[in-house]
């Protein structure tokens, strides 16, 4: 069987129910990418559509076989949307973007050329970004957050406007709900050349977000797991022994002092609140230093793997289309 060409980029797309953005996006793509002397594959992952998404997909594999697809059985989530596309990616460099035509695919030479200079990872910076306040102002106070705990000078973590060396996403495991800290997981790979150049944003044309307000309270909750995983994976009893000990030491305190105070000065101890807390304290500084050595001994967490995910069709190059499933 004769082996593929590698291709120069590699473009992942996730898409649910993006059924009228595709072809446009397939179009500009194509111009693009033509232009400027690229050769390039397209995955997009149908992430569990219940329009024709799928089927425009075939369409466009019929017309022409560097659009490849993906479809899952129901909807994963983003992050494992990408991490099959990340799998699948063969191009030298891997561009990730959104397939609501949001992100402008003009940009993918400057995002390349600024990779080309040394960098692992070039990030899109929306700063002019076309969504309602409702996105813009609670974004703006998660990217700062987020920007200061992970100690990574990015101003839009949760752009999907992404291009990266193919090494990093073959390095980086993407799970759960990870897909806005890959820059963080690239980091802790070693990839920590990274920087970010200003991109068009555009208007959502066609369909409705698919991302409400929880969002920000799951991206906080995996900021918190992103940064106990990448410095603490390898060493927990560093994260739970330092608590332990501090909690333990604060309740021995406690304990001394109520009971000196009995001693001395005759006071009763038996219906005070600090007689509670110091015991309180003792007992979960012990179970946080326990909880360290089983940690250490498990040391690295189990990672949902992208074998799990129930892919139902692929369209790659020199696939015809496959018959259409009741999924």
Known sequence: MKERPEPDL????????????????????RSVCDGAGFS??????????????WDVIGAMHEKDHRICGLRFRRNYGKSAALALGFERATGRY?????????????EIPGLIAL?????????????????PLSKTIPSRFFNLVTRRMAGIPLH???????V???????????????HRYIPMLAAWEGFDRITEKEVQHHPRVHGKT????????????????????????????????????????????????????????????GDRPLLLLGVMLILVGVQMFTTGLIGQLIVIPRMERTDT???TEVLENGSSLPAASDA
Not at 94 to 106: E, K, N, Y
Not at 118 to 124: E, I, K, T
Not at 156 to 162: E, I, P, V
Not at 231 to 259: D, H, K, N
């Open 10 to 29: 590699s473009i992942v797309i996730p898409v649910l129910d993006e059924e009228a953005s595709i072809p446009e996006l397939c179009s500009r793509i």
């Open 40 to 53: 390039y594959e397209v995955w997009f992952v149908d992430d569990g559509s219940t329009d024709e998404t």
């Open 94 to 106: 891997v561009i990730t973007m959104d397939g609501d035509l949001q992100d402008d695919p003009s």
């Open 115 to 131: 990779l080309e200079t040394g960098y692992d990872l070039v990030s899109g910076w929306k700063r002019h970004r076309k969504d």
């Open 156 to 162: 839009d973590f949760n752009c999907g406007l992404k």
């Open 164 to 178: 990266y060396r193919r090494e990093v996403v073959k390095s980086v495991r993407v799970y759960g709900e990870m």
């Open 210 to 269: 698919k991302f409400g307000l929880e969002r920000y309270l799951k991206g906080f909750l995996d900021l918190l797991s992103v940064i106990f995983l990448t410095r603490f994976a390898s060493r927990p009893m560093y994260f739970f022994g330092s608590l332990g000990t501090l909690a333990f030491l604060g309740g021995f305190v406690i304990s001394m002092w109520i009971s000196i105070d009995k001693l001395v000065y005759g006071h009763p101890i």
């Open 309 to 311: 995910f129930q892919v």
